[in-house]
Nanobody
Framework: QVQLVESGGGLVQVGGSLRLSCVASGVDFKTIVMGWYRRIPGQERELVARVFPTELVYYPDSIKGRFTSSRDTAGNTLYLQMDSLKLEDTAVYYC?????????WGQGTQVTVSS
């Protein structure tokens, strides 16, 4: 019933940009907390952005000022605009929905930043 489908990953040069999309279905998209996480090779999954129904978005310090997450409620789509990409941003990026029944995850999309 709950489905999160990410897209937009790929290979990008250092300093470049990518825009990830997460299309959500089976959820009350307008009212739930959504988020982006990533797994950098060799590291544990880490938070990229937490997007609240109030449109407040929390970013950790390593992300702040470079990435922007937003919702398109008409299309039930969560976006992650990634600018000024660094080599350390190379990771699998996951969309998630924080539901009362637990957290739901997308399949992930690979972002590779090269020099």
């Amino acid at each position: 019933q709950v489905q999160l489908v990410e897209s937009g990953g790929g290979l990008v040069q250092v300093g470049g940009s990518l825009r990830l999309s997460c299309v959500a279905s089976g959820v009350d998209f307008k009212t739930i907390v959504m988020g982006w996480y990533r797994r950098i090779p060799g590291q544990e999954r880490e938070l990229v952005a937490r997007v609240f129904p109030t449109e407040l978005v929390y970013y950790p310090d390593s992300i702040k000022g470079r990435f922007t997450s937003s919702r398109d409620t008409a299309g039930n789509t969560l976006y992650l605009q990634m600018d000024s990409l660094k080599l350390e941003d190379t990771a699998v990026y996951y969309c998630c929905a924080f539901l009362l029944t637990g957290t739901r995850w997308g399949q992930g999309t690979q972002v590779t930043v090269s020099s």
